[in-house]
């Protein structure tokens, strides 16, 4: 599931990649949502669309901390930076359409 895009590996990970990068989401998932795995069927090619946005997987249960930290309580959701800056949020545990997670991308 999402193997087109990084996974993260650490915390310290996630806080260099915000600080790195110009324009970043963090996408919260996990292999066990079928919700996520609906998001799965056509974010492979709103990915390719954003070529100037980095995409960045996070599995909810091997980040709890960073879950929490965010105030993240359903899956899939969305989280983008902007120079290290969180610009927008799309977190809510409603399944995402394409049209609306575009829709999202747009505004950062």
């Known amino acids: 599931m999402f193997d087109y895009i990084e996974y993260l590996k650490t915390i ?4 260099t990649i915000k600080e790195n ?9 996990a292999n066990w949502c ?3 795995l609906m998001l799965d069927k056509f974010f492979e090619e709103t990915v390719n669309k ?12 091997k980040f709890p901390e960073i879950i929490q930290t965010l105030d993240i309580f359903g ?8 120079n290290n800056k969180e610009v927008a ?19 950062i």
């Open 21 to 29: 990068n110009e324009k970043v989401v963090f996408v919260f998932s």
């Open 89 to 107: 949020r799309f977190v809510s545990k409603i399944a995402k359409t394409q049209n609306e997670v575009e829709n999202f991308l747009l505004k």
């Open 75 to 82: 899956i899939p959701s969305f989280i983008a930076y902007k």
């Open 50 to 61: 954003f070529s100037d946005i980095k995409f960045i997987y996070i599995d909810r249960d």
């Open 34 to 36: 079928p919700d996520c």
């Open 12 to 15: 310290e990970e996630f806080k």
